[in-house]
């Protein structure tokens, strides 16, 4: 008897155990299963400009509904966390958890490959950004990323010229000063006879206002964003490049995911930022000239669109352009010849000419 009581106390003893123990995991899954994670997305783009009502409320809705809102997206226009230029450290240091970060600001990072797309006249799209980009980040960057997750990857639209006086040929450029932040573009510039000046694009209407510069190298959909018709009633379009935009994500952030989340962003979030991206930028570049047009129609603007010899005189330099990228390529220890080969036969694949 004595036996058969020790044996019974000891089975209710583990018993008790066993469902405090029980508990205690459904405690702790039903405290994560509440925990809110945010994410503060920078965004450079202006409160009114498409990009904030087509990609980022989009996408930050998004994620909010398939993750039944454990993650919750904060959204920052106008670059409010950060300017673009600090973006890579300001994503890898925790400042903002996401955010785009263009490789033209940050040639001296593991971003310098992806400058190669920023060589004018070669991506003049989206979806062709989106193509030959993600299959070229897949060959030659993969394991470059540490404190910053790569995402996915697009870009805007073509960057146009909007200026204050017509811009018709390579002669019209001479000593103009120009805003433009991409060292592809800007060596374009000089090579044209410009003056290239830097600027912010929160900085572009009250420097063209106050003359500070004579124009800027913007994308249609941006320059409607920043109302630059105002100040600018020119427009010569030449599709001169489109700005690569690889959206990354700290490394940090992803990691103290749950894992069926963490997975979820880098299969589906990443690659759904980009793809609203390229929608969006494909959709509304030609809306964004006829828009422009319109505002401009009854200030004695125009949109000019140059003739092919015309054109050939602005492309005159990318060969060397093109050169000159794989020198620096092979500097800094990459096989310059090799990127370049394999980024034109990707472009090809498209039906991209190269200018010759």
Known sequence: MKIKKVLGTLVLTLSIISLGACGGVQSNTEKDSS???ELNLNVSAA???????NVAKPWAEYVEKETDGAVKVNIFPSAALGSLTTSLDDIEAGVYEAGLV???????TELFPLTIADTPFLVNSPEIAQKVLTK????????????????????????????????????????????????????LFKELGAVPVSLANTELYESLERSVVDS????????????????APYMTKVD?????????INTNF???????????????????YADLMTELYTSSSEEAIKTFESHIKDKGGEVYVPSADEMKEFKAPVKKQMKAWVTEADKRGYDGQEMMDYFVELLEAEGVKIPK
Do not use: C, W
């Open 216 to 231: 800027v190298s913007y994308t249609a959909v941006g320059a409607n964003g920043y109302k630059l018709e105002e100040v």
């Open 47 to 53: 409160p009114t400009s498409p990009f904030n009502e």
């Open 240 to 248: 001169l490049a489109v700005s690569t935009l690889p959206f990354l």
């Open 136 to 187: 070229f980040v897949d060959k030659y960057m993969k394991d470059v990323f540490k404190d910053g997750t790569f995402m996915g990857i697009s870009s805007t639209d073509s960057y146009q010229i909007y200026s204050t006086t017509p811009i018709k040929s390579v002669k019209d450029f001479k000593n103009h000063k120009i805003s433009d932040s991409v060292s592809g573009r800007i060596e």
């Open 35 to 37: 925990k809110v994670y």
């Open 102 to 108: 263009p490789p033209g600001l940050h040639v001296d």
């Open 254 to 272: 992803l990691d103290s995911l749950p894992s069926d989340i963490k997975q979820k962003f880098i299969d589906v979030f990443g690659p759904k």
